[in-house]
């Protein structure tokens, strides 16, 4: 990675997951195990796009990314491959509308590796930002209910019960998986666009799989350049200190990974990695850096 490549924290768990989407997605978004804080995407889609750009999410899951995309005057459009998330992200779209949401969005059932048959064909070229997050592991967060006397029940844990799912299919699959969507992508964006998504490291088997350190390498391998690589907090800032904002999920893992003698910690972050397309041949990716810090100085200045 160059040296010189820009970085930034971005304190998006000021307010916990169920306080974000609270009044803003229909009650029962919360059944997805591993939604994208609507404060993360908010910040991308007002980072990297304009009003009345267009954003895809190739994997959109309750549509966290459509949903704050149409709220900020943005055209949207995500595919989805699981009916029942598909059919929830069209219900998060049109609650968005119902509130006074200007954008629109449109969700289409399909296998995001097949993104650009599955999307409409006359967006190619006219994407401003895909913004997504590839699964990691087939059971996440989801819910969990007391029983006094008898422990607890886990619900809603699961992407899927699907074998052919992405969450299913190990990392070699995943990656294979996740390069083909990227280079799919690529051919829906504009000259400049963006490609970003939220990351973290993935537990396996007792060992850290440096999953964003691997998606950098399929980005590139999909004719991206690497243009910016956050850190999206999962835990809010008071001052000094970090506010947890832990999952009893991320608490359960940690305590048997304790247990079993491994040193680990619970998550506080989310690798944030922004690829741009080249705009050009012989662009340098100097240049776009160049011209994305003077971007964000400018918006610092109409803040």
Not at 133 to 157: D, E, F, M
Request: net charge positive.
């Amino acid at each position: 990675m160059p040296a010189d490549l820009p970085l930034s924290v971005w304190p998006t768990a000021q307010r916990n997951a169920r306080a974000q989407r609270a009044g803003r997605y229909v009650e029962i978004s919360g059944h997805h195990p591993a939604k994208m804080l609507p404060a993360i995407a908010t910040r991308a889609i007002a980072t990297y796009t304009s009003p009345g750009d267009l954003v895809l999410d190739p994997m959109a899951g309750i549509g966290s990314t459509l949903v704050e995309a149409v709220h900020l005057g943005r055209d949207a459009i995500g595919v989805e491959y699981e009916p029942q998330w598909a059919e929830l992200a069209r219900a998060n779209i049109t609650y968005a509308r119902s509130q006074g949401a200007t954008g629109h969005g449109e969700v289409v059932c399909g296998d995001a590796r097949h993104v650009t048959t599955v999307a409409d064909p006359s967006v190619r070229g006219l994407v401003a930002l895909v913004l997504t997050s590839p699964p990691y592991g087939p059971s996440l967060h989801g819910q969990v209910t007391a029983r006094p006397g008898h422990g607890i029940a886990k619900s809603h844990n699961r992407y899927s019960t699907d074998p052919a799912n992405l969450a299913h299919v190990g990392l070699a699959r995943l990656l294979d998986a996740m390069r083909t969507i990227l280079t799919g992508c690529a051919c829906l964006l504009r000259p400049g666009g963006f490609l970003a998504m939220t990351v973290r490291p993935w537990w396996h088997a007792g060992q850290l799989i440096d999953l964003p350190g691997a998606m950098v390498r399929v980005g590139e391998e999909a004719g991206l350049i690497l243009y910016e690589r956050n850190v999206a907090l999962l835990a809010g800032l008071r001052g000094e200190q970090l506010v947890p904002r832990t999952s009893f999920f991320a608490l359960e893992q940690v305590r048997k990974a304790r247990t079993a003698g491994i040193p680990r910690l619970v998550t506080a972050h989310e690798d944030f990695l922004v690829f741009r397309l080249l705009p050009a041949a012989g662009t340098e990716p100097a240049v776009l850096r160049l011209a994305a810090a003077n971007e964000r100085a400018a918006a610092k200045r109409a803040a």
